[in-house]
């Protein structure tokens, strides 16, 4: 049957009409629309033949009225939508779908959004069980990270210390070495900026471990003297003194210029020597080492006073060598020492 000229350019015209109307149509009431076809796709009709939810169409509406919620900065509905579309994706079994759509929800919430960061972390949360389970290792691990970011700003630092623990753990399971590395570094500056040193002296432990099995020697040499900084900022001589000569075996460690600068560093500790201190600390190996936060605590290393201790231990030792006569030396402008300080003193 011919269609007439006039037919065509009609429908034409139509056609232009409702695209136009489309296009008129302000960024929240398209994601109405496009909510409202989801919760269509869902329903069923007899009188339409419709017996099942069309849980595809659904899921692909929930995601464009999100789209559209978020640019028309109507975040509660944007959240709300990426929600229904992860819901959807799941029943479909599309679990990375769903995983991004947990983690689109919780991006949104996260800062000033709504519910706030505490929000975020339970949405991507959702989405790290989602990749885990698909064997996304590597996605999941870094919004672990951004779980551990969120929970020390937030201040709960047991739970950014428990996540930076489950992406290492991720990351070991999935055999991903190289993406290890960065993750023991930001674990560890965390744990040296909250004051747990101990936890992270087993965290540089595992670093060494993973450096040496990789080879990378010269950045093992580093996180071993990076113990010794740890260990002397206490102070803790004995500790330090134990960590130049660590249990794990890293090749070149003793010849190395980071062994040498960490024993005279050591030594000058246990001497009172200030000023060889003072000079090792110059070397440029410090401020190569690994982690930003241990060569700051590096270019503070102090030897403590202890109350001048070390001053009267020294004039204690120059009294004693003059002869019996001087007697015990006396902390300038004080009492003479007895035996029991001086022994105190020498100690």
Request: with cysteine.
């Amino acid at each position: 049957q011919a269609v007439s000229p006039g037919s065509v350019v009609g429908v034409a015209r139509a056609r232009a009409a409702r695209a136009g109307a489309a296009r008129a149509m302000s960024p929240g009431d398209d994601a109405r629309a496009h909510l409202a076809s989801a919760e269509k796709a869902l329903k069923t009709s007899w009188v339409g033949l419709k017996f099942s939810p069309d849980h595809l169409t659904a899921s692909m509406e929930f995601s464009q009225a999100a789209t559209k919620f978020r640019a028309a900065n109507l975040l509660d509905d944007a959240v709300k939508a990426w929600l229904r579309a992860a819901e959807t994706k799941e029943t479909l079994r599309d679990i990375f779908g769903a995983a991004r759509a947990y983690e689109s929800a919780g991006g949104i919430c996260d800062g000033q959004g709504p519910g706030g960061p505490e929000v975020a972390v339970e949405h991507w949360r959702k989405a790290i069980s989602c990749f885990r389970m698909v064997g996304k290792a590597e996605i999941a691990a870094k919004l672990i990270l951004k779980v551990a970011d969120s929970s020390e700003k937030r201040g709960d630092m047991d739970a950014a210390k428990a996540a930076y623990e489950e992406a290492i753990e991720v990351f070991q399971d999935d055999e991903k070495d190289y993406n290890l590395g960065d993750v023991y570094k930001q674990f560890i500056g965390f744990l040296v900026r909250t004051g747990r040193l101990e936890d992270a002296h087993k965290a540089l432990d595992g670093n060494v471990k993973l450096l040496a099995k990789q080879k990378h020697h010269s950045f093992a040499h580093k996180e071993l003297l990076s113990k010794v900084v740890l260990y002397l900022s206490v102070p803790d001589l004995v500790r330090a003194e134990q960590a130049l000569n660590p249990s794990i075996e890293v090749e070149g460690w003793y010849p190395s210029k980071e062994c040498q600068v960490g024993s005279e560093l050591v030594t000058a500790f246990q001497e009172h020597d200030s000023e060889t201190v003072e000079r090792v600390l110059k070397e440029q190996v410090f401020a190569s080492l690994l982690n930003v936060e241990i060569a700051r605590a590096a270019k503070s290393l102090r030897i403590p006073s202890f109350g001048g201790a070390p001053k009267a231990a020294a004039a204690a030792g120059a009294s004693v060598r003059g002869g019996a006569a001087a007697g015990p030396a006396a902390v300038a402008g004080g009492p003479p020492a007895t035996a029991d300080d001086l022994a105190e003193l020498l100690m």
